[in-house]
């Protein structure tokens, strides 16, 4: 019980005591003497009552405060520093490395023989699983861990399930680039005539084809920067009704935008999408693999909202065999919680890449000395 609550009581006593009359007074008086009295404990008893009320709904705005404040997630976190006004002027990148402490080692990676078949294919794939297995073992791993994009992702889960015994020990992973890539092109959808595309023009940060190219997700390294660009300068418009309200309450501020008008909702879930992309981008480059899972898992409404079957179905086994690990294959999940399912290639903060994307490089290198083209036509090229 409060001090004040105590002080009310208190009172309530002291009145009871007063106003209690000799038995010797007048009737009249003793009449006169209790109905005041008695309106005096009403009143008291009223503000008594109205006390606990405020107290009950105070505790409960502070209980519902601390589960927020406990539910927030560790990028959640950094968001709340990220508005600090000192740090306002950093872009996204150069924030994060400045806050993230990255401890994880610089990774080895490079060519495996070359196929000469069409990679689609189910025997290309399923000789890509084996040979992978052959090489786990030679390295005395217990597990083999494959990722790929989507279109080969599905076709090696389904050999998978179709075989078993051979490959229970295989993880299957998507890679996170063409995750993102095609939330990319998801955004793009959702703000399909909303004006973005002519104030990313007439302001001339971009043309117009690669206005188109940032919409359909295909400029991947253009749309984040573009995303980034706008959010900021969204945030920054917003700064300053942002910056009124208290540290605690900033988690509920969304809400009140969204309760506004149709464009402020709009444009609030525009942010929010935004903000997805964000941390699925901060978790592959962190290395932070329940950041990863989380944001994935975000991302699933939107897949099925704007019809990307493929997506919204074999995203969601990726997402429960990534849930399934820590039972099924512990020594993956371990290596996933400490940073392994993504490639370092330098030294330094917040620098690593997906799979698929560090792939992505190693082709641009060889694509670079024309050695590639046509290699799986010309069996003298293949090493």
């Given at each position: ?285 962190s290395g932070n693999w329940e ?13 099925f909202a704007f019809d990307h ?29 400490n940073e392994n399912f993504v ?41």
């Amino acid at each position: 019980m409060t001090n004040n609550s105590i002080m009310v009581e208190h009172d309530y006593h002291i009145a009871n005591q007063v106003d209690e009359t000799p038995t010797n007074q007048p009737s009249t008086s003793r009449t006169n003497s209790e109905r005041d009295g008695g309106d005096k404990r009403s009143n008291l008893q009223k503000a008594a009552e109205a006390y606990a009320v405020d107290q009950k709904e105070t505790a409960a705005i502070l209980e519902r405060f601390m589960a927020m404040k406990e539910s927030v997630s560790e990028y959640e976190q950094l968001r709340l520093r990220e508005l600090d006004l000192k740090e306002l002027e950093l872009k996204w990148s150069g924030f994060h490395k400045r806050t993230v402490e990255d401890k994880s080692h610089v990774t080895t990676y490079g060519y495996l023989p070359v196929l000469p078949h069409v990679s689609s294919e189910y025997d290309t794939v399923w000789t890509v699983i084996i040979k992978c297995n052959e090489i786990a073992k030679e390295l005395n791993n217990r597990y083999t861990v494959l990722t790929f994009d989507q279109a080969i992702y599905y076709k090696a889960k389904e050999l998978q399930w179709s075989q078993s015994e051979d490959t229970k020990n295989v993880v299957i992973r998507l890679g996170g680039f063409h995750i993102v890539m095609n939330f990319l092109k998801i955004i793009g959808q959702f703000m399909t005539d909303s004006g973005l595309a002519d104030v990313w023009l007439d302001s001339g940060l971009y043309a117009q084809s690669t206005i188109d190219g940032i919409l359909s997700g295909k400029k991947y390294n253009k749309a984040i920067q573009a995303h980034k660009l706008t959010r900021k300068e969204d945030v920054m418009q917003l700064s300053d009704k942002i910056l009124t309200l208290t540290r605690e309450l900033l988690t509920e501020f969304p809400e009140f935008i969204a309760a506004q008008t149709a464009t402020g909702k709009y444009w609030n879930a525009y942010l929010e999408m935004v903000d997805i992309l964000l941390e699925f981008q901060f978790s592959e480059r962190s290395g932070n693999w329940e950041i990863h899972l989380s944001s994935f898992r975000k991302m699933l409404p939107y897949f099925f909202a704007f019809d990307h079957v493929n997506y919204s179905r074999w995203g969601t086994i990726y997402l429960m065999d990534m849930y399934k690990l820590h039972g099924e294959a512990p020594e993956v999940h371990e290596e996933c919680m400490n940073e392994n399912f993504v490639v370092k290639r330098l030294n330094g903060n917040f620098n690593q890449l997906s799979v698929d994307q560090a792939l992505e490089h190693i082709n641009k290198i060889s694509k670079k000395c024309r050695r590639d083209r046509g290699i799986d036509q010309k069996q003298h090229k293949i090493r």
